[in-house]
Structures are given as structure tokens and as C-alpha cells.
């Protein structure tokens, strides 16, 4: 077996229509989370069994080894569930779905909605990827399957139960230029799509340096495949994030398993991992998608003028352009401490705050939903709503300002106060 070797790294880290899209606005972990979840819910990694007997390595060398896999090519199943402790949405949910779809003329296969599924509960996936412009992952259900398939610059996703299709165009040259996923349509499919399954491992890594500890924890077994535990921990704090543990494939470095435990315990907010799995070339007609005839086909150019143009994420969430949705939020937002305990501050639009009751802008269902979500805090800053999951976490003070970060309520407290 592995030693528990050490090494420190270095870097940093419908009511109505309208009442509905008004209601999605203050949900922000909602979002937040659910867009963490559906990235995640993409890479693939599962459950372990067995203890191998593999050669000793230390945490820096495994590292190194996960950045120099070079494997892009795989297909194979993977299992993941999440638990961000979010309470169930019940009628809210419609609500969300066909504001956020557009309402009349949208799609029921568009990837932007679809992948919030991850979120929350159990869920089967299919994937295969060949390099970076061919991947293909399916979302299992009993009686029906959702697509998402990129094959170059074309980006397909289909839902068999209710048999739509989303269709859109990838502006590669916007995308080469280092703009993400920068589309012609102006209605950015998700990032996320697995290309390699080490893009969670190292987006975790990035968090690596004086506040983290980097451990190797001994062998596990991944889908028949031997593989080292790599275990990533906070060292600071008041963080909800307890450990991070990826199995990485003792042979290409390739992350299988990623299991995120929280501070306070419990059962994991995230454990994803390959049931089976293959490294070989999958076949071409993986990454090909023709509608079915009488498919409902939704142009993602259609759906951008029937949304606004300018609709995006930081239209429907104060504050959330801070959060990287625009380009607003940037100047309007500081950190607060570093590593995993940083907490952004952002001062929201108009200095608006969580109302108190339910209005015209904000539905009795919506209010309803963030009483359950939401602990009422007093302090020196005032008084406001802590809004929390099990991972990220929110203070909306009454006066305009948002603390959000992957940290407990007491700290979102403390920080808002020392800022006053």
C-alpha cells in the first residue's frame, strides 16, 4: 500500500410568468450550487472496493502524475449522487423550469435547464470522449435517456421522453481565443461536457497551497482498475468542505472517484465514480445525432430572441455577474480571506436585499421556499437571511450586501461584521 505521504504544492486556488422569472431571481446558492453540481455530475469517477498492493508514492509525485495523463479517449458508466441538503422545490420547480426555458417556444432538452438535474439525488450517466471536441454524456432514467453531444463545433442534446432537441453552433474561433464557451447562438451550452475526467481533480488543485493539506491515503480499487487516494483538506477553518478524496488510476493518472465529504459530517455532498470504464477509442457514431422525425428541434438562435439577447445568469440573480456571470460584478465585489475559507462580498444592484414578505415581485411560494432555506442573523452589519446548503452558503443582508462562500454561517456572520 501507498504511505500517507505529504507535499505541499503551490498556486492558488407559473403564479405567472413573470411572478416565476422574478421568483428565480433570489435564489442564489440555488444556482450556484446547481451549476457546481451539474460541472461535477460531467467529470467522471465511483464507487471503490478492494485494497491493491501498489507501489509507494508520495501526494507531489501522484500530482504530477495526474498532470502529465494525457489520456483523452474513454467510455464507461458512472454513478454519482449529490446531497447539497437543498430543500425540495414542490411546485416551485415548474416554476423555475419554464421561466428559465422562456416559457412559451422553449425547450425541454435545453442543456442549460436540464443539467440543474444533477443537483440533487442519484444519478446514472453514460459518457464517451475522444480529445476535446468529441464528447457525448447521457443522464439515465427508467424509461427514457437524456443527451448532450458535441462533435466539433456542433452541439446537440435530445430528450427521448419528451422527444425535443436543442441544436447549437460552437464560435470556435471565440473558444480558441481563450473566451470559454463563447457560442454564435448567445445561449452558452454548459462547460463541463467530459473531455478527461482529471478536469475536476485539478480544478480542486488549484485550491492547493499553504491552507491545504495533500496526503496520499493508501489504494483503492476503481471499476476493476487499481488506483492511489489522493486526499485534499482544508487546513484553516470554517469551511463547509471537510475533504476531498480522488482515486486516481495507479497506470495513466486519470482521476475515477471523487468523494467530497463536509466539515460537519454526515453523508457525502458529492460522490461520483465509474462503475465501468474503458481508455480504448470509443466509436465514431457515439458523437453523431440526426432528430428522430417529429422530434421538436429548438435552434439555440431561436431560443437567444425569445429569450433577450442579453439574458444571462447575472440577470436573474442579484449579484450572481459577481460571481463571474458579467462583467458588472467585478468592480462591485472584494475577497475576504484566502484559500478555502475566502468569502466574496458583493454589493447587489440598487443595494437590494431579500424582501421580507411576499409582493408582486416575489410570489408567496418563492418566500415560502426561502424561509426553509433561510436562518435570520443579526450584527453589527444589520440584520439579514443566511441562505444555506451543505456546500456553499449566503448572508443577503437587508442593506444590499452578499457574503457567499463555501464556509459556515458563523463565519459568513463574522466576516460581514468585521466589514462593517
Known amino acids: 500500500m501507498a504511505p500517507n505521504d505529504s507535499a505541499g504544492t503551490s498556486g492558488g486556488t407559473r403564479g405567472t410568468a413573470v411572478g416565476r422569472r422574478k421568483a428565480a431571481r433570489y435564489i442564489v446558492p440555488v444556482a450556484v450550487a446547481g451549476v457546481a453540481a451539474a460541472t ?54 415548474e416554476s423555475f423550469a419554464s421561466g428559465a426555458a422562456g416559457g412559451k417556444g422553449g425547450s425541454g432538452a435545453d442543456p442549460q435547464e436540464r443539467m440543474t438535474e444533477l443537483a440533487s439525488g442519484t444519478h446514472t450517466l453514460r459518457v464517451a470522449a475522444d480529445g476535446p471536441d468529441k464528447q457525448r454524456v447521457s443522464i439515465l432514467d427508467d424509461a427514457a435517456e437524456y443527451s448532450l453531444i458535441r462533435n466539433g463545433d456542433q452541439v446537440w442534446a435530445y430528450d427521448s421522453k419528451s422527444d425535443e432537441a436543442y441544436h447549437a453552433t460552437e464560435d470556435r474561433a471565440a473558444k480558441d481565443a481563450g473566451r470559454g464557451a463563447d457560442k454564435k447562438s448567445g445561449h452558452p451550452v454548459p462547460d463541463g461536457v467530459p473531455t478527461t475526467p482529471k478536469a475536476l481533480a485539478e480544478q480542486v488543485l488549484k485550491a492547493a497551497g499553504p491552507t491545504t493539506s ?78 428522430p422525425k417529429g422530434t421538436s428541434v429548438t435552434e439555440a438562435d431561436d431560443a437567444k430572441a425569445r429569450h433577450g439577447a442579453d439574458k444571462g445568469l447575472g440577470d436573474l440573480i442579484p449579484g450572481a455577474e459577481a460571481l463571474g456571470a458579467g462583467d458588472q460584478g467585478a468592480k462591485d465585489t472584494k475577497v475576504i480571506g484566502e484559500g478555502w475559507s475566502a468569502i466574496a462580498e458583493i454589493s447587489t444592484p440598487g443595494a ?63 466576516a460581514a461584521n468585521d466589514a462593517s
Open 352 to 414: 437590494a436585499g431579500l424582501p421580507s414578505k411576499a409582493s408582486d415581485d416575489v410570489p408567496a411560494e418563492a418566500q415560502q421556499f426561502l424561509g426553509a432555506l433561510g436562518d435570520k442573523v443579526s450584527g453589527k452589519f444589520g440584520s439579514g437571511t443566511v441562505l444555506k446548503t451543505r456546500l456553499i452558503n449566503a448572508l443577503v443582508t437587508e442593506n444590499g450586501k452578499v457574503y457567499v462562500g463555501a464556509v459556515t454561517k458563523d463565519a459568513l456572520v463574522k
Open 40 to 93: 461535477i455530475g460531467l467529470v467522471p469517477a465511483l464507487a471503490s472496493s478492494g485494497d491493491p498492493d501498489l507501489p509507494k508514492i508520495s501526494a507531489q509525485e501522484l500530482i504530477e502524475k495526474i498532470a502529465a495523463s494525457d489520456t483523452e479517449q474513454l467510455s464507461g458508466t458512472v454513478k454519482i449522487s449529490t446531497d447539497l441538503g437543498i430543500p425540495s422545490l414542490g411546485g416551485l420547480a
Open 214 to 291: 495533500v496526503t496520499v491515503d493508501g489504494t483503492a480499487q476503481v471499476a476493476g482498475r487499481d488506483a492511489y487516494k489522493l486526499v485534499v483538506k482544508p487546513k484553516q477553518s470554517g469551511s463547509t468542505i471537510g475533504s476531498a478524496t480522488i482515486a486516481v488510476d495507479a497506470e495513466n493518472g486519470v482521476p475515477l472517484k471523487f468523494t467530497l465529504l463536509p466539515s460537519a459530517g454526515g453523508k457525502a455532498i458529492v460522490d461520483a465514480g465509474f462503475t465501468k470504464v474503458d481508455f480504448s477509442k470509443p466509436d465514431a457514431s457515439s458523437f453523431t445525432f440526426t432528430p
